[in-house]
């Protein structure tokens, strides 16, 4: 081998390691992407073990049915109550087709309530039932603040316009007195209103949007209903999710999910909506640091600082506190009158 020739190997070797070496870079400096599944093997190559007909009805999947839509039902404790009496019983279709096009005072949310005359339950109207009397209600407060004057004549107005069509008579309450009793549900809920969140910040590479999705759902998470959030749902059905876990909806509407760049995320506790009795802040807290030490990255407040071991601590004993004074007010957290307030 000549000389000349060696040297052309040789420089060959080195712009390959150079190149080699610029690709790895490239990849190193490029958000992390999710790992694939390696296809399933081919048909021929397994044996699969013959099933007899029962067998195979044994082992086809149970078809659940979709969950019953949770409907708010009208509570004293943070509704005020306006009773409308009817002349004689009316059918859940006719008061339907007559409820008034949004149920919402400004922005508190009003219900329509009827007595079922054969169960003699209070509950919303449906179809195949009669009802002999009818009740409207209107949310006293919520995360918008306290009911005010021209929310509660609003309430008055779409209600009154209700009870003249199906013939019902209404009994309002006192406007000033629900004014003010909303004003103190409003100042003694407002201190208790409680969501813990944490930023998730990669230490290092960013992450894609498919990356940051795969590593979420080794832990639970599948997407929420809104682009950027994903959620882990509750035990029973149609209960809120426990945590969400949100991104950029900007990069979660990307039209390719592994370019889309993502560096931080968020996770929140929402307090009032899921019970003490299933631990959601030990849940919180575990699923911050697994996800960071999934992802390389590092739990950090509000300023930037990290998130230590000693403030989740002291952040768990502060929250037995608040869980004891919703539970003073008849608004324990997980309850149907706390979620509709702290909503």
Same mark, same amino acid.
């Given at each position: ?29 490029? !958000? ?29 999947? *149970? ?24 002349? &004689? ?20 949310? /009003? ?11 209070? *509950? ?19 995360? &918008? ?9 609003? /309430? ?7 009870? *003249? ?75 809120? !999710? ?33 019970? *003490?009795?299933?631990?959601?802040? !030990?849940?919180?807290?575990? &699923? ?56």
């Amino acid at each position: 081998m000549t000389l000349t020739t060696a040297l052309w190997i040789v420089g060959g070797l080195v712009l390959l390691a150079v190149a080699v070496q610029g690709l790895l870079a490239a990849r190193r400096a490029g !958000p992390r992407r999710p790992v694939l599944a390696l296809p399933a093997p081919e048909a021929h190559d397994r044996v699969e073990p013959a099933l007899d007909h029962q067998e195979a009805q044994d082992t086809q999947p *149970e078809l659940r049915p979709p969950a019953p839509k949770r409907v708010p039902r009208l509570d004293a404790l943070i509704d005020a109550i306006a009773p409308l009496a009817l002349e &004689s019983p009316v059918t859940g279709e006719f008061i339907l087709g007559h409820l008034p096009a949004t149920r919402r005072a400004g922005s508190k949310p /009003f219900y329509i309530e009827g007595l079922d005359t054969e169960l003699g339950n209070w *509950e919303p109207p449906a179809p195949g039932r009669r009802y002999g009397e009818l009740q409207a209600g209107v949310q006293l407060a919520g995360r &918008s603040g306290a009911l005010n004057q021209i929310e509660y004549s609003e /309430f008055v107005q779409k209600v009154q316009g209700f009870a *003249e069509i199906v013939g019902a008579m209404p009994d309002f309450p006192d406007m000033l007195d629900v004014v003010a009793r909303a004003r103190e549900l409003d100042g003694l809920t407002s201190p208790l209103d409680a969501q813990l969140t944490v930023t998730l910040r990669s230490n290092a590479v960013a992450w894609s949007v498919g990356y940051l999705q795969q590593a979420a759902g080794r832990h639970g998470f599948v997407p929420g209903a809104v682009p950027g959030r994903l959620v882990l749902p509750g035990a029973d059905d149609g209960a809120p !999710p426990v945590l969400v876990l949100a991104f950029d909806a900007q990069a979660a509407l990307a039209e390719d999910a592994q370019q889309a760049v993502v560096r931080s995320c968020t996770l929140t506790l929402d307090v009032p909506q899921t019970p *003490e009795s299933a631990e959601p802040f !030990p849940l919180w807290h575990q &699923s911050a640091r697994a996800l960071c030490d999934d992802m390389d990255a590092t739990p950090v407040d509000d300023a930037g600082q990290p998130v230590t071991l000693h403030a989740f601590d002291a952040i768990g004993r502060d929250l037995g506190q608040l869980y004891r004074q919703l539970e003073a007010l008849d608004l324990a957290a997980g309850s149907a009158a706390a979620r509709r307030l702290f909503s």
